[in-house]
């Protein structure tokens, strides 16, 4: 994925967002603007993501949820921020599925979503196990999953009292259910075979 840098030190709100957000990837974090930078994501990364996003979906099909990948602005509102210029947080989470469709709209979705997960990039995997964790974290997102392809391992968070405990980490073979969404499961082997071919 693309490197994120800090695009100024001035505290920024979703409405500001709006104004200078031009490409997939920028993102906004209790009030820091990250703007993603070239280079794009690999495409052992994007056929990750295809392959994934596609199980999700088959999983899904006569379920009451949705399943999105980036870009797909996740606007995550602090308690009592009602108006555009109180949400200081905007995310792009690399796939995603939404429970409570009352939250989706056309600009994408306001609130936390049930599951999310991020496939790490040697130049954001930092950024997405501190910066973003932690605001998924504080949104109360019930279950995040960091999926490490360099060392075939995922790392997954589920929230409990409020925060999420140390991760649980599996390597990527097998089957691994989500918890926050059941009857839903990831079929590694499948997936591996699948994005193998296409190398």
């Not at 870009?71 to 921020?81: C, E, Y």
């Not at 109360?140 to 060392?151: F, T």
Request: proline share 6%; aromatic share 8%.
């Amino acid at each position: 994925m693309v490197r994120m840098r800090e695009r100024t030190m001035q505290q920024q709100t979703y409405a500001d967002y709006l104004t200078w957000s031009a490409t997939s990837g920028d993102e906004l974090i209790d009030g820091v603007a990250y703007v993603g930078e070239p280079p794009a994501p690999s495409r052992l990364h994007q056929d990750f993501i295809v392959e994934l996003c596609r199980q999700l979906a088959t999983s899904l099909l006569d379920k009451p949820r949705r399943v999105y990948i980036a870009p797909f602005d996740v606007r995550l509102p602090k308690a009592g921020a009602i108006d555009d210029d109180q949400i200081d947080t905007v995310v792009q989470p690399d796939i995603l599925i939404a429970g409570d469709l009352q939250k989706l709209d056309d600009r994408g979705m306001r609130g936390a979503p049930d599951w999310i997960a991020e496939v790490l990039s040697p130049s954001t995997a930092n950024y997405d196990r501190t910066t973003k964790l932690r605001a998924y974290e504080r949104a109360g997102v019930p279950e995040v999953w960091l999926i490490d392809l360099a060392d075939s391992t995922v790392a997954i968070y589920r929230m409990a009292a409020g925060h999420y405990p140390k991760a649980v980490r599996l390597q990527l073979r097998g089957q691994t259910a989500l918890s926050a969404v059941p009857g839903v499961g990831i079929d590694w082997d499948r997936l591996l075979a699948v994005i193998g071919q296409s190398r």
